[in-house]
């Protein structure tokens, strides 16, 4: 998941991106280093966090057209 380049490009801190999304400073790290899976309400509320469409933390996954 590239969450910690869209956390980046909007300038928040983990901190800060915690306090948005409602979860712990250190569920958002474990998920940055691929430590942890994301559940699907851990997705929503990352999304909310970063004011994002859900579907653009799992844009990592589409296959591009050819």
């Not at 969450?3 to 998920?31: C, K």
């Not at 430590?35 to 996954?61: C, D, E, H, W, Y």
Request: charged share 20%; hydrophobic share 45%.
């Amino acid at each position: 998941m590239h969450l910690r380049q869209l956390r980046e490009a909007q300038g928040l801190t983990l901190e800060e991106l915690a306090d948005r999304s409602a979860m712990s400073f250190r569920g958002i790290v474990y998920i940055e280093h691929g430590r942890r899976n994301p559940s699907l309400i851990t997705i929503l509320n990352l999304a909310k966090g970063l004011q994002i469409a859900p579907s653009v933390l799992l844009s990592v996954f589409d296959d591009p057209v050819q």
